[in-house]
């Protein structure tokens, strides 16, 4: 969206806070209302590096925080570069300090802005950059060893004796029987987060620190403003709801565009022992086994069916060969055998087992 900024009113609405921040680095208040106005006309130069209406105030911020390390470079005596001897941080005296600082932690008091401000201008320049670097605006040792071009050393070592020396001077120039104590600050030192204690406290007091102008801003006249593309909530949201609309379709495009080729895959998959040609023998094997239990039960049956025959022919045959007393005995005989033949042809119980698939025993 393409929108002309309104810096006249862009620098009314957050010069004071600004000139808060720039007053922190620089104690001379004419210098750093000058730092942020001349943050304001480099920032209207850069003015196509801005994406987001929202984001302007850190934008400027950090404008103004350059510009502010830029003038200490230029007007301090202090060096940031070189690191004496006496400099380089003992990791054995920091431990000794940190524990003594945790027992007599001066932050304990409760100090107000101006006290604090006071015992930060009262840090030589390169000491006070880290300070507020550090504790304030919440940058890393590596990320400070970046901006002020110092090893990340000598960024320990400024910030050590820093702290060392705003505790000495709130404790001298402050601290009395009637200064009043922060209770939850004693309970943080007790519970052993006393060192916690340097970035809440000076955080939360510097949040809300502005100082007024007093001059007004004056847009040069060789500087042109130029309209800025901006992204705005609705097109940020129109940009979020396109780019879910086209994971949509590329989701579901997918789904049908693979699942086709799946089915192939599994239809190619199928065991060889499921194919039809293959499951043929079976079945002719099945019907064998019926068929052999057929014939099996038919042979039974014709076994049965001849004994009886061959009684009877021996019976005729030994009727005609004796005498007609013995024919009697012997019908009687064979009328015993036939009702003996016809009550055990009742009492005949066949077993049959199969104990393989081709052979059948016969238990009679």
Same mark, same amino acid.
């Given at each position: ?7 006249? %009113? ?48 850190? +934008? ?17 005596k ?5 690191? #004496? ?8 005296? #920091?431990m ?6 945790? %027992?007599?932690?001066i ?30 605006e919440n ?62 406290t000076?955080?939360?007091k510097? &949040? ?20 800025? &593309? ?6 940020? +949201? ?5 780019i ?8 579901i ?42 014939t ?15 009684? %009877?022919? &021996?019976?005729?045959?030994?009727? /005609? ?5 013995? %024919? ?9 055998? /036939? ?23 016969? #238990?009679?």
């Amino acid at each position: 969206m393409q929108t002309k900024l309104n810096w006249q %009113k862009i620098y009314l609405d957050h010069s004071p806070k600004l000139l808060g921040i720039c007053r922190r680095y620089i104690a001379d208040l004419p210098t750093a209302e000058d730092i942020v106005q001349d943050s304001f006309i480099i920032a209207m130069q850069k003015n196509h590096q801005l994406k987001d209406e929202e984001a302007i105030f850190g +934008w400027l911020k950090k404008i103004v925080v350059n510009n502010a390390l830029q003038v200490i470079r230029k007007t301090s005596k202090d060096t940031f570069i070189t690191t #004496e001897t006496s400099e380089i941080p003992d990791i054995y005296t #920091e431990m000794n300090t940190a524990a003594f600082d945790e %027992k007599k932690n001066i932050l304990a008091y409760d100090f107000t802005q101006e006290e604090l401000l006071k015992s930060i201008d009262n840090l030589p320049s390169h000491h006070k950059s880290v300070f507020n670097l550090y504790y304030i605006e919440n940058y890393t040792h590596a990320e400070i060893s970046g901006i002020l071009e110092i090893p990340v050393n000598t960024s320990k070592s400024h910030l050590m004796r820093a702290k060392k020396s705003v505790q000495n001077y709130l404790l001298t120039h402050f601290v009395n029987k009637e200064t009043p104590k922060n209770k939850t600050a004693q309970l943080l030192i007790f519970l052993g987060f006393g060192s916690l204690l340097w970035a809440h406290t000076f955080q939360s007091k510097f &949040s809300d620190f502005t100082i007024s102008t007093s001059k007004n801003f004056e847009i040069p006249s060789e500087i042109h403003v130029n309209t800025v &593309s901006l992204s705005s909530n609705d097109n940020f +949201w129109k940009q979020k709801a396109i780019i879910g609309c086209a994971f949509f379709i590329i989701t579901i495009g997918s789904i049908f565009f693979f699942s086709p080729t799946k089915n192939l895959v599994s239809t190619n998959n199928i065991p060889e022992n499921l194919n039809t040609e293959e499951n043929i023998p079976d079945a002719n094997q099945n019907k064998s086994n019926i068929d052999d239990k057929i014939t099996a039960k038919e042979t039974l049956q014709n076994i049965q069916t001849t004994d009886q025959s061959n009684n %009877k022919k &021996s019976i005729n045959l030994n009727t /005609k060969n004796q005498s007609p007393q013995t %024919k009697n005995l012997v019908s009687s005989k064979n009328i015993n055998k /036939k009702d003996s033949a016809e009550t055990s042809t009742h009492k005949v119980i066949v077993v049959k087992k199969i104990i393989q698939r081709d052979t059948i025993y016969i #238990e009679r």
